[in-house]
């Protein structure tokens, strides 16, 4: 089985910095993803993580450590239009194939 | 590219009816995804195929519920009969094998509301 946790709601300001947690375990790992759902949008890709880490792309960053079953997504510079929820998704590799498992995402509120 | 395309977008049926959600994938994308999306649960993956062939049903919630994929363009999710319980949005999302990432491309989903 898989579990995957991440805190259900946050809040931030204009401006900021913040941090959204994931903590997960699961067999087979492969892989982390983050995703960004605008409310009633579809999920759009943010992330991937393989190797242990961070990963910059532009004011979102991504780190992993694989052996801690941890995982954050790092926003800076908050903007209004950042407020979204944040989805962490472990992709398990079975086959060859890769299967991403959602976490219940975490409802992030950018206020002025 | 279009990307993924649901259909219909929304939908309101009653309790007893048979719902037909429909998805075309990204061309040349070798998975397909569906996912069901709720307050109370998250994204639940319900069913995925790889080159038509379902590979894992195991998320499927009951027998009310069956999907489809007799091409490489085109996969049904069906709801016969449809309960109250199962209103919820639909997402169908297609991938590329080991296209690297593994990344998901999501359709704009199916917001079914069942009375």
């Known amino acids: 089985g898989q579990n995957i946790d991440q805190p259900t709601e946050m809040t931030a300001t204009e401006g900021a910095i913040v941090q959204i947690n994931c903590t997960y375990q699961t067999s087979g790992f492969n892989g982390l993803f983050w995703y960004q759902q605008h409310a009633g949008e579809a999920p759009t890709f943010l992330s991937y993580?393989?190797?242990?880490g961070l990963e910059e792309k532009g004011r979102f960053s991504s780190f992993l450590s694989r052996s801690k079953g941890y995982s954050y997504l790092l926003l800076k510079e908050l903007q209004m239009k950042d407020s979204a929820s944040y989805l962490c998704a472990v992709s398990r590799g079975t086959g060859g194939s890769y299967i991403p498992t959602f976490g219940r995402g975490t409802s992030l509120i950018v206020h002025p | 590219d279009a990307g993924v395309i649901q259909s219909p977008r929304h939908e309101v049926t009653e309790m007893g009816q048979e719902v037909t959600l429909r998805c075309k994938p990204i061309?040349?994308?070798?998975?397909l995804f569906w996912y069901r999306q709720t307050m109370m649960r998250g994204l639940e993956l319900l069913i995925y195929?790889?080159?038509?062939?379902?590979?894992?049903d195991s998320g499927m919630p009951e027998d009310r519920f069956s999907a489809k994929m007799p091409n490489a363009s085109f996969s049904t999710l069906k709801i016969q009969p449809s309960e109250p319980r199962d209103s919820a949005v639909y997402f169908c999302a297609s991938s590329q094998d080991r296209g690297g990432t593994g990344e998901l491309f999501f359709g704009e989903g199916s917001r079914l509301t069942v009375l």
């Open positions: 061309s040349g994308h070798d998975y």
């Open positions: 195929f790889n080159n038509n062939v379902p590979i894992d």
């Open positions: 993580n393989v190797l242990d």
